[in-house]
Nanobody, 123 residues
């Protein structure tokens, strides 16, 4: 049983930083794409960043390039998202997800999801 558990969300002012974590268990963790997605009220879920477990290849949405960094601790099966220079438009529920292949940021490619952690950025 694959389990993904996010943590690290909270409320910050614009310009601040947060670091999200996602603890993964229940699968081999190799040859998977691990991604961070977000969903704001009334909006569709969108991809934020992705890392391919085997190679460490990363990919970012244009809206977060230069501000967010995705990384992993392979030994601990943990995924991170460092978010700097946060903006009010970054406010959303953030989800960790895993998909068995080399994918981009289409949520349909990811079949394992965490419960989410809320990020709120005030102006």
């Amino acid at each position: 049983q694959v389990q993904l558990v996010e943590s690290g969300g909270g409320s910050v002012q614009a310009g601040g930083s947060l670091r999200l974590s996602c603890a993964a268990s229940g699968y081999s963790y190799s040859r998977y794409s691990m991604g961070w997605f977000r969903q704001a009220p009334g909006k569709e879920r969108e991809g934020v960043a992705r890392i391919y477990r085997t190679s460490g290849n990363t990919y970012y949405a244009d809206s977060v390039k230069g501000r967010f960094t995705i990384s992993q601790d392979s030994a601990k099966n943990t995924l991170f998202l460092q978010m700097n220079s946060l903006k009010p438009e970054d406010t959303a529920m953030y989800y960790c997800a895993a998909g068995p292949g080399f994918y981009g940021l289409d949520p349909r490619d990811y079949n394992y999801w965490g419960q989410g952690t809320q990020v709120t950025v005030s102006s």
